[in-house]
């Protein structure tokens, strides 16, 4: 094991450490790889005019390093990308952006793998930004960024202080906000019929939306599965969700 600072998380994998190299946003201390492999990753450094200190260890000493977790002879130390508050990814991206505005909320999971995953689907279906709240919320982490095969480093988060506040502010800056959840009175095709600003925010794996966020989104829409199958994973519903309200925006 090696003592890590406040500022500093593991993140491993070829993926994963491709994509931080690459992102010229990211704070990246050093980098550990085996001896057979750190003359790629010095190559990889010198193609992207990056002076990183390359430490060589043995892939036992990077398996404990790693926790014992898959790592592919490559990891990461990095700061924690900076999240943007809410009112600053508005005032940046309301002037500027001509298309509508997309963004999926988070409303406490607290899976790293399933942040991942929505993190990744996010990116794929064009949203602008995923925002999720400071509390009841996972850390940035080498899983969530694997979960979202890279594309963390270039998605916008926003962290959210408090839900209630933020849902408020979307609607007074001309934003729908759509609630997902069982019961909900309007349909998932209606997204597609969404011409501009949305957001979308998703429950927590085990209760869902919380009753305070069920109150004060603008309308609660729910998606038509199997009554027999009960509920779909969060990620699941969070990518279908995103796939419907992308479709306007695709064909426009």
């Known amino acids: 094991m090696i003592n890590l600072k406040s ?34 990753w010095k190559k ?4 992207l005019g990056l002076q990183i200190e390359v430490k060589i ?22 700061e924690p990308l900076k999240r943007k508050s809410l009112d600053e ?12 505005l997309r963004i999926i909320i ?23 930004a ?15 960024t694997k979960a979202s095969s890279g594309a963390i480093e270039k998605l916008q988060i926003i962290e959210l202080s408090n839900m209630s506040r933020a849902i408020k502010n979307l609607q007074e800056s001309d934003f729908r906000v759509y609630g997902l959840a069982h019961g909900g009175h309007g349909n998932i095709f209606d997204l597609e019929k969404e011409d501009g600003n949305v ?3 998703v429950g927590s794996e085990g209760k869902g939306l919380r009753r305070l966020t069920r109150e004060k989104v603008d ?21 279908i969700s995103m796939f419907q309200l992308q479709k306007n925006v695709t064909k426009n």
Do not use: W
């Open 199 to 201: 957001a979308v925010i």
């Open 89 to 100: 990814f508005l005032s940046e991206k309301q002037n500027s952006h001509k298309l509508p």
């Open 7 to 40: 500022n500093q998380i593991i993140l491993s994998g070829k993926h994963s450490a491709i994509s931080a190299l690459q992102n010229k946003k990211r704070k990246i201390f050093y980098l550990f790889s085996t001896q057979d492999h750190s003359k790629i």
């Open 44 to 47: 990889n450094l010198e193609d």
């Open 106 to 128: 988070l409303d406490q999971v607290t899976d790293p793998q399933n942040v991942g995953a929505i993190i990744r689907s996010a990116y794929a279906f064009k949203m602008d």
């Open 130 to 144: 995923l925002a999720l709240s400071q509390t009841n919320s996972p850390f940035e982490s080498s899983s969530m």
């Open 219 to 239: 309308q609660l829409i729910e998606i038509p599965i199997n009554p027999d199958s009960g509920s779909l994973n969060v990620s699941n519903a969070a990518s």
């Open 57 to 78: 260890k043995t892939k036992e000493q990077l398996d404990k390093i790693n926790n014992f977790k898959p790592h592919q002879n490559v990891i990461l130390i990095v």
